[in-house]
């Protein structure tokens, strides 16, 4: 979920201490690449990938990729 601003709320990198922001990123896995909006440092470009995302939806995508 985003607020108003576009940012995600209460998400803070720790290496830049700045307010992350949701962007289109390149996810990639066993040679695919697809893009999803996740939230990321606008100063360094940290991503961040929840863990209920990477269990969850990435998880379900890699096992459709392995399949193929």
Known sequence: M??????APD????RCDK???MRK???SYLGQT???DLPCCPSCGFVYVSEELAS???LKVEQ???DK
């Open 34 to 36: 697809f893009p999803v």
């Open 19 to 21: 307010p992350l922001e």
């Open 56 to 58: 969850g939806r990435m």
């Open 2 to 7: 985003t607020d108003v601003s576009g940012g």
């Open 11 to 14: 998400l803070v990198c720790a």
């Open 25 to 27: 990123v390149e996810a």
């Open 64 to 66: 459709a990729l392995e």
